[in-house]
């Protein structure tokens, strides 16, 4: 452990990049440059390590994260590339461009970073510190821009320093780009842009040729919060909140030690940040149990509103409603 970053700005160097890699490696965030924005990363793969994100950010919910590869050929052992996808990424990648696939079946990456759902976001950077690391690391990197939530994106080490303190911060300069990379979804049968970005609409438009861009029916409201367009993970069986004692028709997610035993627990020791890094995955097992044995539906227990919790219940209640609705 003697090789993890410490807290605060690091000069861009062999030794704080290989020490990054082993922080990375150990499930700790680091936040490194992009041509766009500076990143908060994350191991992608690793549930826990994505949840740190979440709460060091202070995000009131669960949006989808990017996940960060060093080539489209790294991009293709995670999701699925049409046509359409191979193109948009063969013209704009390295670069900013963001593209929303769908996931292969034995794709390793946390289910926390697409927020529950069957598609993935991926971007290749062509930030050659964001490459060195995404290479020495040999680990996809989760990392959505590295502010707390609300505040503007940081184009330079001190400014995720002045929100972030806490957290080990690669120096690679200013970010040339400033505005976060394009989200552009190729996983349907009509791209669509969900986030505009550095890349714009009729240079995408270009290299598709013939196949058309959807238009998005942006209200004011998604104007305002870009990125909000994707729908929110639901199971398929009935959900019920903020439950003590499920009934035996039920399968029960638990939260901590004590209470009704339960087949799911999100954190036996009643930890909110584990409860964060095991959620979609247990919602997801919950529910496929539920579906074998024929339960009628899942029960989950009480989370605390406290910290990460508030994201924690967030999804819980879109997942409720969205089943019920
Ligand atoms: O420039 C950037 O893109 C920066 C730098 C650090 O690379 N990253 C960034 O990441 O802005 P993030 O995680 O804050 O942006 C995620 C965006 C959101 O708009 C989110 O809704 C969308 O990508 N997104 C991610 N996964 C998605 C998915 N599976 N379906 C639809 N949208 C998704
Ligand atoms: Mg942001």
């Excluded at 794709?107 to 490459?131: D, F, N, W």
């Excluded at 300069?173 to 976060?180: D, I, K, N, S, V």
């Excluded at 969900?194 to 598709?208: F, H, M, N, T, Y």
């Excluded at 919950?286 to 539906?297: P, R």
Aim: proline share 8%.
């Amino acid at each position: 452990m003697n090789h993890i970053l410490s807290p605060g700005v690091h000069d861009f160097s062999d030794a704080t990049l290989k020490a990054a890699c082993e922080t990375l490696r150990a499930g700790h965030l680091v936040a490194f440059p992009t041509e766009t924005v500076y990143g908060l990363g994350a191991d992608a793969t690793n549930d826990h390590a994505v949840a740190k994100i979440f709460e060091a950010k202070g995000r009131p919910s669960f949006n989808p994260l990017i996940t960060h590869v060093p080539s489209l050929e790294q991009a293709q052992r995670y999701g699925l590339f049409s046509k359409e996808a191979l193109r948009v990424a063969k013209a704009f990648w390295p670069g900013p461009l963001t593209l929303v696939v769908k996931r292969l079946p034995d794709c390793p990456l946390s289910y926390l970073v697409s927020a529950g759902l069957e598609t993935i976001a991926l971007r290749v950077p062509a930030h050659k510190k964001a490459q060195s690391l995404l290479q020495a690391s040999a680990l996809p990197l989760a990392a959505p821009s590295a502010n707390i939530s609300g505040h503007i994106s940081p184009t330079t080490a001190d400014h995720v320093f002045s929100d972030l303190p806490q957290i080990s911060i690669l120096d690679g300069g200013p970010c040339t780009g400033g505005l976060e990379s394009t989200v552009l979804d190729v996983s349907k049968d009509s791209p669509q842009i969900l986030r505009p970005g550095l890349i714009s609409e009729d240079a995408i438009q270009e290299v598709l040729g013939e196949t058309f861009l959807q238009q998005a029916t942006l209200s004011p409201t998604t104007l305002t919060s870009p990125g909000q367009l994707s729908s929110h993970y639901a199971p398929r069986t009935p959900l019920r909140l903020n439950i003590e004692t499920p009934t035996p028709q039920e399968v029960f997610i638990g939260f901590g030690p004590g209470g009704t035993p339960s087949t799911f627990n999100l954190s036996p020791e009643g930890s909110l940040i584990e409860a964060a890094a095991n959620l979609f995955s247990h919602l997801r097992q919950a529910d496929n149990q539920a579906q074998t044995i024929g339960a009628k539906g899942i029960a989950v227990a009480l989370i605390p509103e406290t910290g990460i919790g508030h994201a924690i219940n967030d999804r819980l209640k879109r997942a409720a409603a969205q089943k019920n609705a």
